[in-house]
């Protein structure tokens, strides 16, 4: 019977000292977020060439810029949906004649 509570102290303490880490991380701001979808763009050579431009509202981001075929769309759109914290991704990029 000692051993079993034993087990279970340690238990406990050790599940307890894990969750306040949990329980006090918050959310990005929308400035982070922007900043942070921004810096996984321009991870990519090809996306960071179009010089886009990244915002975010409430966890919403949204990707303006132009692009040169629309495969560059949907790799900044995987890209941006990714990242932490984003919620949703509405994609601007029009295609550049």
């Known amino acids: 019977m000692k ?6 102290l340690l238990l406990t303490t050790l599940l307890s000292a894990g969750l306040p880490a949990y329980a ?7 400035e982070e977020l922007a900043a942070s ?10 996306l960071q060439a179009l010089g886009l431009k990244v915002s975010s509202k409430k966890s ?6 132009g692009m040169t075929d629309d495969q560059q769309m949907f790799k900044a759109g995987q890209i941006a ?6 919620k949703f991704v ?3 990029m029009v295609l550049k004649n």
């Not at 810096?39 to 050579?45: I, K, S």
């Open 24 to 30: 006090e991380q918050t959310p990005p701001t929308d």
């Open 37 to 46: 979808v921004q810096q996984a763009l321009n991870g990519d050579a090809e």
């Open 81 to 86: 949906e990714k990242v932490p914290g984003v």
């Open 60 to 65: 919403e981001v949204t990707i303006e810029g």
């Open 3 to 8: 051993r079993f509570c034993i087990r279970a």
């Open 90 to 92: 509405i994609n601007n």
